[in-house]
């Protein structure tokens, strides 16, 4: 009996994977999406009480991925002064460093008026966890402060929740008055123009904030995680980009270009010779944007891009380079995407290096989140 | 001892590993024996640098003889830092230079000639290569031993490997060489990499391509259960491929290249895109191809069909001209190399 469970489990999120990957489907036919959702409702609650989570209301609502999918069309970008709607202090947080995606399962009675009592209730955990004996590379001395802030107006719609961003200060033993306490580790929730239809759909007591960033430590990463799972029953997962997403940032990136100089547009391939070749191919930004634009012109909307117009620009940067090397770009995976805006890669790290597309960038992750989920 | 003898050393001890550098030390002579025996190291580093500070210090060791330690560590273990090749040209055939000695006084009197300060080392070793050590002083400044630049020549041979050159001394070192060489002047060649001995390979042919004679007892040898009813459908392609492979980039080990930049200025041409095509300035673009081994990445990606045959002559290029960074123009109908280098 258990073993039937898993299986069923194990077809479930199968399912899931293989639906995330087709996004080329026009999004009418898909009746492989349905069907499973639809056997395995009653079975997914099932099988979480056979693995021995706690059951919630999640197990009883209807298959949430029936209407979640991969777009086809999004949004062309219009890279916008995020000054206007958000402290520039808290954007140059967001633009310091290097993120660690994850995604997270909605928050069962998270508040945004609590967020002190989180910081000392984290502070307290993490404490615990290292007098248990916890592996954390800090001196045993150090004592830790968490903080945890809203970062108001990055919310593009209603039904998105504000983004929570934390802070771990670490205070040396010896610190003198006055020294500025360290930060040694950062994440921040968030939701961007999450699925409006999926949102509403949640029970009430549940919080959407599925993208996790975070930069820092792993034993103080697993740490905070842990906190959230035993306060909020979540669960936490990695978020990879695969090609298409990059893809997508690619072309959304060069699109904004006349608008704001990108400077470049870096892909980098990974072929799977003995021993691994890299492939970058550094773009000057004009000529990519005229070999964009030239794919726009057959397409007469202004505002919003499709799949198909980023698989030719794609293509068409694939043919020029096998015209001159012969070698087939596409045996290999896209791993990383950078221009002057930031860079991605595939393994679920993302850097904004300025403050101005990071809005657009984050819905493309939240969807990505969204979809990744298994709930 | 001064400050700068110390700091000297203190980065030797550092830069360089235990195990390598008492072999050094012993090479160094130096040192006595009896000082060698007392050197613990099994210590700690600092602990090792304090120890040795103290014995150069009973010995009156000078910053240049420390630099020798250096020296010798780098001769020993030339593949650290990236070293980039250059020629010499219109070298008059009669003249040139095959005696160390000869060479070592033209080159040490030319570059103290155009620059005052400067410390310069030079050794000669068993396989005929001149190794130069060169730290840079400035007219107010003593030498700076902390970023010296090591050049590597060939007496019989127009060849030259740099490591550690900047900018600033590039035409005052081509200078002292062309003179001491008594050629003409010195070119890039636009190879570079971290492997010594493999960028001396390639750039002068002594790496061998061997052709081979059949590949047919290759693959059915490394069939493991030969059944006469089984038929590989690929047969013929997968050892045309491996034909391919083996003709451009051979059998024998292979050199050991990291990167090769080509910087493309050729025009878009494909389908689809006729507005981009009918443009005529070039699609700019720069690719660079980078792994731990190069040569052999390509020669797999050709001999597993990531790369389809024939091999373009860019790839080709790498081993057949023994450069890799490229300006890619188009010629005529064709794409070709560009090669600002001189030709041979």
């Not at chain 1, 062309?76 to 994850?102: C, D, G, M, Y």
């Not at chain 2, 081509?174 to 001396?200: E, M, P, T, Y």
């Not at chain 2, 038929?231 to 080990?253: C, M, P, R, W």
């Not at chain 2, 005529?332 to 280098?341: K, V």
Request: aromatic share 10%.
């Amino acid at each position: 009996m258990g073993r039937r469970v898993v299986q069923i489990h194990f077809l479930f999120l199968s399912a899931v994977v293989c639906y995330a990957m087709e996004e080329r489907d026009s999004a009418s036919a898909t009746p492989r999406g349905k069907a499973p959702s639809n056997q395995s409702r009653k079975s997914y609650g099932r099988s979480r009480r056979s693995l021995g989570v706690e059951l919630t209301n999640i197990g009883f609502t209807p298959g949430h991925l029936a209407g979640l999918r991969a777009p086809t069309s999004r949004e062309l970008p219009k890279p916008r002064n995020l000054t206007e709607h958000v402290n520039p202090e808290q954007i140059a947080l967001l633009v310091k460093n290097e993120w660690k995606l994850s995604y997270i399962t909605p928050l069962y009675q998270f508040r945004h008026t609590q967020l002190k009592t989180y910081s000392k209730q984290l502070s307290a955990f993490i404490a615990a966890e290292k007098q248990q004996g916890l592996a954390v590379e800090i001196e045993a001395d150090t004592s830790f402060r968490v903080t945890f802030s809203a970062v108001l107006g990055l919310a593009e719609t209603e039904d998105d929740a504000e983004t929570v961003f934390i802070q771990i200060h670490s205070r040396p033993p010896f610190a003198v008055e006055g020294d500025a306490p360290k930060v040694i580790w950062s994440g921040w929730l968030t939701c961007i123009n999450g699925n409006p239809e999926y949102l509403r759909s949640l029970p009430s007591g549940f919080v959407c904030l599925p993208l996790f960033c975070t930069s820092g430590s792993e034993s103080l990463t697993s740490v905070v995680k842990l906190w959230f799972e035993k306060t909020f029953d979540c669960n936490f997962g990695t978020l990879s980009l695969n090609s298409t997403c990059l893809q997508w940032l690619a072309s959304m990136w060069t699109g904004c270009h006349p608008a704001f100089n990108i400077r470049y547009l870096k892909l980098v391939w990974n072929l799977p010779a003995q021993p691994p070749l890299d492939i970058s191919y550094t773009i000057h930004p004009q000529d990519a944007w005229d070999l964009w634009n030239s794919i726009r012109e057959q397409d007469s909307a202004a505002d919003t891009i499709s799949i198909n117009e980023v698989e030719s620009f794609m293509k068409g940067l694939e043919a020029h380079f096998f015209r001159h090397f012969r070698i087939y770009l596409s045996a290999g995976t896209l791993t990383k995407v950078s221009t002057t805006f930031g860079s991605a890669h595939c393994d679920g790290k993302i850097k904004f290096t300025s403050g101005d597309s990071i809005k657009h960038v984050l819905m493309l992750l939240t969807e990505y989140a969204l979809l990744k989920m298994p709930i | 001892m001064e400050d700068l003898a110390k700091e000297v050393l203190t980065r030797i001890v550092r830069k360089i590993p235990v195990v390598k550098l008492r072999q050094v030390l012993g090479r160094w002579e130096r040192l006595s024996e009896r000082q060698l025996r007392s050197l613990d190291f099994t210590q700690p580093k600092w602990a090792l640098c304090e120890n040795l500070l103290s014995l150069c210090e009973e010995n009156n060791i000078t910053v240049k003889q420390l630099a020798e330690i250096e020296m010798l560590y780098r001769t020993e273990y030339p593949d650290q830092g990236i070293w980039h090749v250059f020629q010499f040209v219109d070298t008059p055939e009669e003249t040139q230079c095959s005696d160390f000695m000869h060479f070592r006084d033209l080159f040490k009197a030319n570059l103290k000639s155009l620059i005052n300060h400067v410390s310069i080392q030079m050794k000669k070793l068993e396989d005929e290569s001149v190794w130069i050590r060169i730290a840079w002083g400035e007219n107010f400044r003593r030498p700076n031993h902390l970023k010296p630049t090591y050049v590597v020549h060939h007496l019989q041979t127009p060849y030259v490997f740099v490591s550690g050159l900047t900018n600033k001394h590039k035409p005052l070192l081509f200078q002292a060489l062309a003179l001491s060489a008594q050629c003409g002047s010195v070119k890039d060649v636009n190879l570079s990499g971290r492997c010594l001995s493999a960028l001396r390979d390639l750039s002068m042919r002594q790496y061998k391509q061997v052709f081979p004679i059949s590949h047919q007892e290759c693959l059915q040898e490394r069939d493991p259960l030969p059944n006469p009813n089984i038929e590989n459908e690929h047969i013929k392609l997968t050892e045309y491929k491996q034909q391919v492979a083996s003709e451009v980039f051979g059998d024998a080990v292979l050199p050991k290249l990291e990167t090769a930049v080509y910087k493309l200025e050729t025009k878009y041409r494909e389908h689809g895109n006729e507005n981009l095509v009918k443009k005529d300035e070039p699609f700019r673009g720069v690719v660079k191809f980078s792994s731990s081994n190069l040569l052999e990445s390509l020669k797999y990606c050709v001999s597993s069909g990531m790369a389809s045959a024939p091999v373009t002559p860019l790839l080709s290029s790498i081993t057949q001209k023994g450069r890799n960074y490229f300006v890619i123009k188009d010629k005529g109908s064709g794409l070709i190399p560009n090669t600002p280098g001189p030709k041979f």
